[in-house]
């Protein structure tokens, strides 16, 4: 496996690649999550790269870039243990210039929800995933569902500004007590890890009250609401695959997001129905 740190270095590697190119974005500090998502891609391209990139344009001035959790070494072990073919580490001044076009999320999708909370984090995601995109011809992408936002958003840029890339979206992957894995999960105090299943438990008695009949909404969220307390909770929603906020489920099209606060550790996760 090949560990590239410039973006010329990338440039000449993929120039040199025969057969179909898969890219697994990350911001590294890798769990299983990511590795379901390296092995997929892997069973699916003949090329695998993995960009781990802590993406400075996607935190808010306020947020954890400083000290989110970076694992270099551990990282590159996986990433090869997984099968990848290349792992992509630049460093900001590589990926980014002074002057560059802006790109802004639409704000139909990136002003709700995650991105009523952190404002111009997806327009920050958009513009990393432009670059690795063109950088490494990938013809696939690999996305976890639990950024369900992030997903929506990506897909639509690749729709709407033809891109020619397929975006497969991954299925969650959870501790055996529910929690979903985060890189941020790192962050949990011992104290936390009981508070933090909560979210998980909100969205499995959600589905559960669809399994039985309950198509209500409303009283879906009260539910959840109180499973959550007495955490901070951000948001309960329930939308359309489109994120259209509905009153009422209807199968096969709706998704439940939770955002909490655990301790200092802001969580998401989500549930397909
Ligand atoms: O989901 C993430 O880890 C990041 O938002 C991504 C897609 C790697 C872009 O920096």
Not at 151 to 168: A, Y
Request: hydrophobic fraction near 40%.
């Amino acid at each position: 496996m090949k560990v590239i740190k410039s973006v010329d270095e990338l440039r000449e590697y993929v120039a040199g690649l025969n057969g179909s190119i898969g890219l697994v974005p990350t911001m590294g500090a890798l769990h299983e999550g990511h590795m379901s998502l390296i092995k997929r891609a892997v069973s699916e391209s003949k090329n695998v790269i993995v960009s781990i990139f802590v993406n400075p344009t996607q935190f808010l001035p306020d947020e954890d870039l400083h000290k989110y959790p970076r694992k270099e070494e551990a990282d590159i072990k996986i990433c090869e243990l997984c099968g990848a073919s290349a792992v992509f580490m630049p460093s900001a001044d590589d990926m980014y210039f002074e002057n560059e076009p802006c790109v802004i999320a639409p704000p139909k999708f990136a002003s709700i929800l995650e991105g009523k909370t952190r404002p111009g984090h997806f327009d920050g995601v958009l513009r990393v995933l432009t670059k690795l995109f063109n950088l490494t011809k990938a013809n696939r992408a690999y996305f976890g569902k639990k950024d369900a936002q992030q997903l929506l958003i990506v897909k639509n840029m690749v729709k709407t500004m033809f891109l020619n890339i397929e975006i497969i979206a991954c299925e969650i992957i959870r501790e055996s007590d529910g929690l979903a894995l985060s890189s941020r999960n790192a962050y949990l105090k011992e104290i936390d890890k009981c508070n933090a299943l909560r979210l998980s438990r909100s969205l499995f008695n959600a589905s559960n009250m669809i399994k039985n009949g309950e198509t209500d909404a409303a009283k879906i969220k009260e539910s959840m609401l109180n499973t959550l307390e007495p955490l901070e909770v951000d948001y309960v929603a329930i939308v359309d695959r489109e994120f259209n906020e509905i009153s009422n489920i209807k199968l096969t099209d709706t998704i439940i997001l939770v955002a909490a606060k655990v301790g200092n550790t802001r969580l998401i996760d989500n549930i397909w129905i």
